[in-house]
């Protein structure tokens, strides 16, 4: 069956990864009609607009992308591409899976996590002011509805997966009325699901304390936007980098697939960057609209091609000597 998908390329990095992406899933043999659709820095310098409504418009309509790492200024300049993309779409939930891979060297090799934040709000609202000369001030928007809403999607996710156990890590020691909310909904959820998962709770400096110590200990994490952005990448750290975390954000009526890894600018356009994360972001793609056997296959051919370990064919954040390229092309060589 052919499918529809629209790529947005990004910056930095994104091309790269999303053209060898784009390649390994084609030669999987699924049967995918493309859409190019630009997005983030490059397309303000192309377009004059970091987010052009036909982007939008395509994302809406086909219900599905892939799309690679957008940068966003530090400190001032345009509003986050990627925030006001989750937010149009209703893009609520990011799915992101850390699991230890075969042959690559890393603190742990028994990892097998799957990560659920909330999209849309948190201090990622983005409403920040100047109270008075010198004090500035962010608002954390928590919600019943949108905490209600993660905590259903992370419990439904458990069950359809045979997953055991959800951990929400939350700071409702200080933030009482904000992250108490977004705790005390995930509570009640559980209520519903209690006979069919285990449920706990951890303030988030010990869950961070822990998950360095001994990662086996969790299965699902919960968290709340801000604390699920610094959680993925401190989870990455513990399987080999952001190079292998692919990530998934769900709304209702769409999907866009995304490497938890930024524009990664320090190594742009110099074919060093590792195309797993968003190679396995495509498998996560293939398996939402039924192509599982094309994702297997794939799935297959990293996990040999990293078992294998020859130097020469994987980036050097995983200890290899190879490209983008090199990489890509062993897991298609893989695939045959
Ligand atoms: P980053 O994730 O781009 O890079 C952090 C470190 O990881 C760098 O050393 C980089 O070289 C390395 N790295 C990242 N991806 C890699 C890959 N595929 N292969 C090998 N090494 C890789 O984070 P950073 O530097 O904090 O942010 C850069 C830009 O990316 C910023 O503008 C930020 O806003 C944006 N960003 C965008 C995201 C998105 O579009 N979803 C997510 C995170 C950051």
């Known amino acids: 069956m052919m499918h529809t998908v629209c790529l947005v390329p990004g ?22 009609e493309w859409v190019p659709l630009p997005a983030g820095a490059t397309a303000e310098q192309l377009l004059g607009r970091t987010l052009p409504e036909r982007t939008l418009t395509a994302i809406t309509a086909h219900g599905v992308a892939l799309k690679g790492p957008i940068t966003t200024p530090i400190g001032g300049g345009f509003e986050s591409v990627n925030v006001r993309l989750r937010k149009k779409l209703n893009l609520y939930a990011a799915v992101r899976p850390v699991r230890s891979l075969p042959g690559i060297e890393s603190r ?17 609202s983005g409403l920040e002011n100047e109270v008075v000369d010198g ?51 995930a ?62 954000n769900f709304g209702d009526d769409c999907a866009v697939f995304e490497p ?28 939402h609209l039924g192509a599982t056997e094309k994702a ?7 996990d040999s091609v990293l078992g294998e370990r020859d130097l020469s064919l994987l980036t050097p954040d995983i200890g290899g000597r190879g490209t983008t390229q090199s990489f890509a092309d ?7």
């Open 135 to 185: 004090v500035m001030q962010s608002l954390k928007i928590v919600t019943a509805a949108a905490s209600k809403r993660i905590a259903k999607f992370a419990f439904d996710y458990a069950v359809a997966r045979g997953r055991k156990k959800v951990t929400c890590f939350h700071k409702a020691n200080i933030m009482k009325k904000t992250d108490g909310l977004f705790l005390e909904c």
């Open 108 to 124: 742990f090799s028994n990892v097998d996590l799957v990560i659920i934040r909330e999209n849309t709000e948190g201090l990622y």
């Open 330 to 336: 062993a897991i298609i060589r893989a695939m045959k």
């Open 187 to 248: 509570r009640r959820m559980y209520q519903s699901y209690a006979d069919r998962v285990q449920y706990e709770e951890m303030i988030i400096d010990n869950g961070c304390m822990q998950l360095v110590r001994d990662p086996s200990q969790f299965d699902m994490l919960l968290l709340e936007n801000l604390y699920g952005d610094i959680v993925s990448d401190l989870a990455a750290g513990l399987v080999g980098g952001l190079g292998v975390v692919p990530g998934a």
């Open 260 to 287: 938890v890894h930024g524009s990664a600018p320090n190594i742009a356009r110099k074919g060093l960057a590792n195309p797993l994360a968003c190679i396995m972001s495509g498998v996560m793609m293939l398996n």
């Open 296 to 302: 297997s296959r794939i799935r297959n051919a990293y």
């Open 11 to 32: 910056d930095g990095i994104g091309p790269e990864v999303t053209t060898a992406a784009r390649a390994v899933i084609d030669a999987s043999g699924a049967d995918i």
